[in-house]
């Protein structure tokens, strides 16, 4: 098993790496008249340091379940599926935003599943998730006072833009 701090450093750079790769995909959005991003949410650059936050989290949540049950657990796996979904989320979003309400409904399932299976496997590492779980109740709340613009100009023609 890797020490603590290269299970942060991996899950780390790899929200990194996403965070860097979201950024140039949802540029776009925020240059555009149609996207509505709730009040209650920071700005972007806070919200991908809250994820580099999250994701270190992760990695040391995965070490510490590691290190007391001293083999792989269905916590340990669960935090990486977490991991890949949370990873995933924003490409889906991205070409589908008409989703993002079910998905951010489905993150917070995940966020409470993955604590009650960490929480089963090592007290000391759910301390750890609760962030996470934090951070996706506070989206659902900021997401659900907004009504999408998306929804409205569904029927829009693309030279309306011009």
Known sequence: MLP??????????????????IYFFNYY?????YYVKSPLLP??????????????????????????TEKWTVAN????VVAV?????????YYRPEYTKFFNCLSLIFAFTLGILVFNESESA?????????????VNLADSLI????????????????
Request: aromatic share 26%.
């Open 126 to 138: 759910f301390w750890w998730i609760i962030p996470f779980i934090a951070w996706s109740a506070y």
């Open 4 to 21: 603590a701090w290269s299970q942060i450093l991996i899950f780390v750079s790899v929200a990194l790496v996403a965070n860097v790769i």
């Open 29 to 33: 959005k925020y240059n555009n008249p």
């Open 147 to 162: 009504v999408h613009r998306y929804d409205v100009n569904k029927n829009l023609d693309y030279r309306d833009w011009e």
């Open 43 to 68: 700005p972007g650059f806070v919200i991908g340091i809250v994820w580099l936050a999250i994701f270190g989290f992760f990695g040391y949540a995965h070490y510490l379940v590691y290190k007391e």
């Open 85 to 93: 979904f949370c990873l995933f989320y924003p490409v889906i979003v």
């Open 77 to 80: 796996i669960a935090i990486i």
